[in-house]
T-cell receptor, first 115, second 113 residues
Framework: DAGVIQSPRHEVTEMGQEVTLRCKPI?????LFWYRQTMMRGLELLIY????????DSGMPEDRFSAKMPNASFSTLKIQPSEPRDSAVYFC?????????????FGPGTRLLVL | QKEVEQNSGPLSVPEGAIASLNCTYS??????FFWYRQYSGKSPELIMF????GDKEDGRFTAQLNKASQYVSLLIRDSQPSDSATYLC?????????????FGKGTLLTVNP
């Protein structure tokens, strides 16, 4: 069974450019989470979806960040315009409502460097 | 603000010893508790979960939960160098579609051969 898939795995871009990160959750999972991880702040929840609907986006740092989930098997996180302080590892995770504990499974992450 | 606190470490133990990792949480409504292991440059990997008071054992790992004290711990017996990683404590709460995990910042464990 394929796990959570993220692309790209690495992204280097210049300040001001648009960055799009992609995620495919585990098949059959209906909740999807976007996290950002830095040394200073640890793992922060940015936004999560349930059945393709955004439930809580209170962790999104500012209007430059947006996320969509057009269908059950695909989500994007977009940063426009990007800034050097956005450099971090971005993880996508998924879970299923059938797991009452809410166990989350993580993708490999996208390492973003904004110059 | 719901918080999950862990000692950042590093926690250094000799090979074969017991490593003890601790975590406290602020919200008494928390329902599920997880330990994830994260190797450097990799993604978090689930190693254990617990949801009722007491101990839960899985191989060399034992998770302990004390809801009255709002305390979760992970014991690793017979520590191996391959256990060297950052261990993240996560606490789950919510209901229905509004269920999410809050993570601590992690404890770096180093097992010395």
């Amino acid at each position: 069974d394929a796990g959570v898939i993220q692309s790209p795995r690495h992204e280097v871009t210049e300040m001001g450019q648009e960055v799009t990160l992609r995620c495919k959750p585990i098949s059959g999972h209906n909740s999807l989470f976007w996290y950002r991880q830095t040394m200073m702040r640890g793992l922060e929840l940015l936004i999560y979806f349930n059945n393709n609907v955004p439930i809580d986006d209170s962790g999104m740092p500012e209007d430059r960040f947006s996320a969509k989930m057009p269908n059950a098997s695909f989500s994007t996180l977009k940063i426009q315009p990007s800034e050097p302080r956005d450099s971090a590892v971005y993880f996508c995770a998924s879970s299923t409502d059938r797991d009452l504990l809410g166990t989350q499974y993580f993708g490999p992450g996208t390492r973003l460097l904004v110059l | 603000q719901k918080e999950v606190e862990q000692n950042s470490g590093p926690l250094s133990v000799p090979e074969g010893a017991i490593a003890s990792l601790n975590c406290t949480y602020s919200d008494r409504g928390s329902q599920s508790f997880f330990w994830y292991r994260q190797y450097s440059g990799k993604s978090p990997e689930l190693i254990m979960f617990i949801y009722s008071n007491g101990d839960k054992e899985d191989g060399r790992f034992t998770a302990q939960l004390n809801k009255a004290s709002q305390y979760v711990s992970l014991l690793i017996r017979d520590s191996q160098p391959s256990d060297s990683a950052t261990y993240l404590c996560a606490v789950g709460m919510g209901g229905g579609s509004n269920y999410k995990l809050t993570f601590g910042k992690g404890t770096l464990l180093t097992v010395n051969p």
